[in-house]
């Protein structure tokens, strides 16, 4: 508002109809493992073989929210969002990966969503946020066979069948890159004299060339799922995938540079965004040296690239600067420096304008139409003050600078129709359990009391007058 509390002139508004959401995931914060007939996932395995997670947490209880739903979906409304992004247990719907569903698990799903709609709160459904049947990795080693990718186009059939009257909107997969390269090739770093795994469930290790088609299968079941929905759901049914696409941000805003850094994001995301996007693999990733090739047909790459409603980017940090440059391959990657300043996670960059970039190289690489960014948000220190408040001042600074480069593309016309905060509360981090709080909503872990802390007050106000504030 201006000073006599007109609005100004240089508000920053993001388009009507903008979509305000918060994000969560299902093995983050439903706790309730192994109730109501749900099957042990990876991420259940993983997390109750000691030492694999910061003082052994796992997400048994986690926020409760399998129990917990209806007064989640209540602070959802009052934070002010108008979507949710929530992500379904495949293990929940199909304890054993295929074969017979179990209607609780479903139940739990209608449970949920029927409070979403009826707080006005348009549903926003992962289909895969990490946490594979532990059935389909013993039988087939996971995302190593294409018999996973397979059976994932069912389940997800499945649940867009049940579902299709009620939730409009679906991600495919979370992050596949995350998954795939945390998941299946775990490394050893010494830090200080100790050993310790970087990775994740189902730690295996396995050779680059291996990897390549790990990938290819996780586009593959993007794909297939994709058609599953279109056979399956409603017509109007919007589906898309939620990738962690690492953005090359030009080291000068001028034409060449912007070029360069095109080109780089293109090539370094050639396995996952670009192959899906463009229906083929470069011929720089598929003559990696060393990195052999994918085994794929024609056909398959049809599906990967089967076309989108819409694309959804998780932006946290700057993947790389780069700089246009006279040598192959016409760019040239900067370093981030060593003083380059972090939040409260030393992987977490800051630079609020890959919000920006990456939002116009969704339109500027790959012409998209719609774009959602589908997680965004950081760690920090948060406690609870003497007077009761917890004051993310840190959180408050991060949100309104990557929503200030947000707005910029918007105002340039790059089509992006919502933002998801990530996340809606403190959860379960993976690798890192409970330490890392991600949430506006704040949650003690002892009594699971939730707490909005100042950051929710202010994306409430943002949502309100749908502008960054
Ligand atoms: C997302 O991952 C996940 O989707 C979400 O579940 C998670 O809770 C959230 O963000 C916060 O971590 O290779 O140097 O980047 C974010 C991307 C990728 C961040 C792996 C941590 C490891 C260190 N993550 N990364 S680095």
């Excluded at 090739?185 to 310790?196: F, R």
């Excluded at 600067?321 to 972090?342: F, L, T």
């Excluded at 919000?355 to 920090?380: L, P, V």
Aim: with cysteine; aromatic share 12%.
């Amino acid at each position: 508002m201006g000073a006599a509390g007109t609005p100004s002139t240089s508000e920053r508004r993001f388009p009507d109809g903008f979509y305000w959401g918060v994000a969560t995931s299902s093995y983050q914060i439903e706790g309730a493992w192994d109730e109501d007939g749900k099957g042990p996932s990876i991420w259940d395995t993983y997390a109750h073989d000691p030492g694999n997670i910061k003082n052994d947490d796992s997400g048994d209880v986690a926020n409760d929210h399998y129990h917990r739903y209806a007064e989640d979906v209540a602070m959802i409304k009052d934070v002010g969002a108008n979507a949710y992004r929530f992500s379904i247990a495949w293990p929940r719907i199909f304890p054993d990966g295929v074969g017979k569903p179990n209607s609780k698990g479903l139940d739990f799903y209608e449970r949920l969503v029927d409070a979403m709609l009826a707080a006005g709160i348009e549903p926003f459904a992962t289909l895969y946020h990490w946490d594979l049947p532990q059935a389909l990795q013993d039988r087939y080693d996971g995302w190593r066979s294409k018999e996973t990718s397979k059976a994932f186009a069912d389940y997800v059939g499945y649940v867009a069948h049940q579902l299709g009257d009620r939730v409009k909107h679906y991600f495919t997969i979370n992050e596949f890159r995350s998954f795939v390269e945390g998941g299946y090739q775990v490394v050893d770093v010494k830090v200080g004299g100790k050993t310790i795994q970087l990775g994740g469930a189902p730690a295996m290790r396995l050779t680059d060339a291996e990897l390549k088609q790990v990938r290819h299968h996780a586009v593959l079941g993007h794909g297939l799922a994709v058609e599953a929905i279109r056979a399956s759901a409603p017509s109007g049914t919007k589906v898309g995938f939620a990738e962690n696409i690492r953005v090359a941000v030009p080291i000068i805003d001028e034409p060449e540079h912007v070029k360069a850094a095109e080109a780089a994001t293109r090539e370094r995301n050639a396995g996952f965004m670009t192959v899906m996007l463009e229906g083929h693999y470069t011929d720089e990733y598929l003559a990696e040296a060393g990195g052999g090739s994918p085994t794929f047909t024609d056909d398959e790459l049809k599906t990967i690239a089967s076309p989108l409603d819409f694309v959804g980017i998780n932006v946290y940090r700057p993947g790389w600067y780069v700089e246009a440059s006279d040598d192959r391959p016409g760019y040239r990657e900067i370093p981030i420096n060593a003083s380059h300043p972090h939040m409260l996670s030393s992987w977490h960059v800051l630079d609020a304008e890959v919000m920006y970039w990456a939002a116009r190289q969704m339109q500027s690489i790959w012409d998209a139409k719609s774009i959602f960014i589908t997680e965004n948000g950081c760690a920090t220190s948060d406690v609870v003050a003497d007077d009761g408040r917890i004051h993310d001042t840190d959180r408050v600074m991060f949100m309104r600078a990557y929503l200030g480069q947000l707005q910029r593309a918007t105002s340039e016309g790059v089509p992006v129709d919502g933002y998801f905060h990530w996340s809606a509360q403190d959860n379960f981090e993976w690798v890192d359990g409970y330490g890392n709080r991600f949430g506006l909503i704040y949650v003690d872990f002892e009594t699971l009391e939730r707490t909005p802390k100042l950051s929710a007050g202010w994306f409430r106000e943002a949502a309100r007058r749908n502008a960054v504030v």
